[in-house]
């Protein structure tokens, strides 16, 4: 179960001030408590531990994306792929054809959003699942990594309309501790908003924001793109840059995005990888007995079911799974129907045949978190083999891995749901690694040959 999070007591509400002021008016709050102490209320100061940036992306294309009429990338950018998905919105509801994201249309999206249920079309329950994922206040999150890890937060708001600059406004608060004497230590809250291009042209004062010689993480919420400027900038020097593949837009497409940015050494971390954690160890123990150890190798047959519409999950177990046994993915093909089939063909380090199936699975009791693995089954054509084994999802189970003439002879084993999958507990968790994680940068090399093998295959 997660602790909650101690009090937070603000130390200065929310204080409009010049974009070149920032730094200037941080100054000031700490000159003005820092020397407060006399017994009676405690000094406060600012946390010298780490900066964490949030970019937030835009709600105009979330919500487009939610209601099926935007493909694109949640990149806050008011292209023409924007704009013509607005006029479709806007011709579908019987609003005047703009393709500007006006009050009026806004209000609309929002309305016909709140009416949707996962129920619906399953790409909408996808998509509604994913917009649910981000938080519109943008401090609801980054309040409860405040609390356990007081820093400097500078939070990104992109806007849609005429490019008029930026805003920016300043604040403070401090976690409330039993433990601490006559010292609070507190936490910076800096909120920037604009246009893209405003935010763009001001890179260079975020990038100054960083506290220099601490260490500096990135939390992209929107469509990680080298090519996005501001997102370039704050990437190569970002300790790490945090992503969740569970809330992309177009999971493989975006996957394949941050494969792309580890080979060009930019460091990343997927919470959603730590989703998986449960699954890795509970695989790895169904071999830790002696007399199981060497049927590890027998491996030939991996079937994967996970909740149908993100399929990361999914691929970075198998991304993981290839990376310790020395799977060389080969090729990929693909099925569409009731459920949405990949079928991997993998070669071993003795040129053994391995196949891979993975099954986006309909479901009706959606979880929080979009393509969490249903059940995996590892087995061998050689039906000899101690290596059958079966994981299922302590909530959704697996009848389908059950199925089968050797079901008897396998080992089955159910996973326990987590507790910790929500953002915030998964950040306070990242923040805490500020090293490499080589097993996720060795598992995501083999998921990305995966994702480039399916983008090949669907050009030919």
């Known amino acids: 179960m997660a602790t909650q999070s101690p009090p937070m007591v603000p130390l200065q509400s929310p204080k409009d001030v010049s974009i070149n002021e920032l730094e200037a008016e941080l100054q000031q709050i700490w000159q003005s408590y820092n020397n407060n102490g006399d017994g ?11 900066s964490f940036v949030v970019y937030e992306p835009e709600e105009t294309q979330q919500l487009l994306a939610a209601l099926g009429f935007y493909r694109g990338p949640i990149d806050g950018i008011d292209g023409p792929l924007t704009a013509s998905s607005i006029k479709a919105a806007q011709k579908a509801y019987g609003l005047p054809i703009t393709g500007k994201p006006d009050d009026k249309t806004v209000a609309l999206l929002r309305e016909k959003f709140a009416k949707l249920s996962p129920a619906a079309e399953d790409n909408d329950a996808d998509a509604v699942k994913r917009l649910a994922f981000s938080d519109d206040r943008g401090f609801v999150v980054a309040d409860a990594i405040a609390a356990a890890n007081p820093c400097r937060i500078i939070a990104l708001f992109p806007t849609t309309g005429e490019d008029q600059g930026v805003t920016a406004q300043v604040s403070a608060y401090c976690p409330i501790n039993k433990h601490s004497n006559n010292t609070l230590v507190c936490c910076e809250y800096v909120t920037i908003k604009g246009t893209t291009e405003a935010l763009e042209r001001n890179g260079g004062v975020v990038s100054e924001l960083m506290i220099s010689d601490l260490p500096k993480f990135l939390w992209w919420k929107a469509t990680p793109d080298i090519n996005n400027a501001l997102f370039k900038r704050l990437a190569t020097i970002s300790t790490s840059v945090i992503l969740d593949s569970s809330s992309f837009n177009s999971p493989e497409a975006d996957l394949l995005r941050v494969f792309n940015l580890f080979e060009q050494g930019i460091p990343v971390a997927d919470l959603n990888w730590r989703r998986i954690a449960a699954w890795q160890e509970l695989a790895a123990e169904a071999f830790d007995p002696p007399e199981r150890r060497a049927s590890v190798r027998e491996i030939d047959r991996v079937t994967i079911d996970y909740e149908k519409g993100n399929p990361n999950q999914a691929l970075m ?50 979880g929080e978190i979009a393509g969490d693995l249903v059940g995996l089954r590892l087995d061998s054509t050689n039906e000899q083999a101690d290596c059958c084994t079966v994981l299922c999802s302590e909530t959704s189970g697996c009848m389908r891995m059950e199925a089968g003439g050797r079901a008897q002879s396998c080992r089955i084993l159910q996973v326990a749901p987590l507790t910790d999958q929500k953002p915030e507990q998964l950040l306070s968790q990242q923040l805490r690694r500020w090293g490499r994680d080589m097993l ?9 040959q995966i994702l480039r093998l399916n983008v090949s295959d669907e050009q030919n």
């Open 40 to 50: 009676d209320s405690p000094s406060a100061t600012r946390a010298t531990t780490f």
């Open 317 to 366: 177990f198998l991304g993981w799974l290839a990376s310790r046994l020395q799977w060389h993915p080969v090729s990929c093909t693909e099925e569409s129907g009731d459920y949405d089939i990949k079928r991997i063909h993998l070669v071993t380090a003795d040129q053994r045949q391995v196949e891979a199936e993975l099954a986006g699975i309909p479901t009706a009791d959606w």
């Open 440 to 448: 996720y940068e060795e598992s995501l090399a083999v998921t990305g």
